[in-house]
Structure formats: structure tokens, C-alpha cells
């Protein structure tokens, strides 16, 4: 089966971290570019960052940049987003998207940063 789940969200207080997965199936993981968006709502969906196919090139949102790390296992078909220094701003769902031709998107995992 053809997909993407998302884990390691949960509620967290200011300053603190989490790591989210991001679990691959059914499709050749290694060849794809993979990015980690964010939701809260109301808001528009955004990018957070993005990770080439072999992880030597990443990009981050501004507003992560020092704070958040995108990293790959290509051996797990697992995608990685480190978040340190939270803040209630963070405060999202949070998706990741593997860039085939048709993008694939896992179902998301919450992400509360509240005190």
C-alpha cells in the first residue's frame, strides 16, 4: 500500500522538543525529494522544510531556520523532523509529502506547544 504515516506529535510545553517520523510504504522512498508542511487553523497550509532524495541539500522555513532539522533514513523509508526551542507559534498539524509526480501526503500528527 502506497503511503505515508505520520508520528510523534503530541503536546509539549515552550522550550521543549519533539522528533516526528515520517514512515514510507509501498514506493521507491530513496528517489524522492521529502518536505514536512504545517497547518493550524485557520491558517494556509505551510512549508516547513524540505530534504533532496539523498539528504545532502535542506531547506527551512524562516521561521524555523536554528531551531528545526529535516533528516532522512533511506534504509527505513523514514523522514525525520527534529523540533528543539518550541514555541506556541508552532503549534500545528504537521504533514509530510513525498514530491512524486502526484504528491503524497501522510494523514498528519498534531503538534501542541502550550504550557
Known amino acids: 500500500q502506497v503511503q505515508l504515516v505520520e508520528s510523534g506529535g503530541g503536546l509539549v510545553q515552550p522550550g521543549g522538543s519533539l522528533r516526528l517520523s515520517c514512515a514510507a510504504s509501498g514506493f521507491t522512498f530513496s528517489i524522492y525529494a521529502m518536505s514536512w508542511y504545517r497547518q493550524a487553523p485557520g491558517k494556509e497550509r505551510e512549508l516547513v522544510a524540505a530534504i533532496s532524495s539523498a539528504g545532502s541539500s535542506t531547506n527551512y522555513a524562516d521561521s524555523v531556520k536554528g531551531r528545526f532539522t529535516i533528516s532522512r533514513d533511506n534504509a527505513k523509508n523514514t523522514v525525520y523532523l527534529q523540533m528543539n526551542s518550541l514555541k506556541p507559534e508552532d503549534t500545528a498539524g504537521y504533514y509530510c509529502?513525498?514530491?512524486?509526480?502526484?504528491?503524497?501526503w501522510g494523514q498528519g500528527t498534531q503538534v501542541t506547544v502550550s504550557s
Open positions: 509529502k513525498a514530491a512524486r509526480r502526484v504528491p503524497l
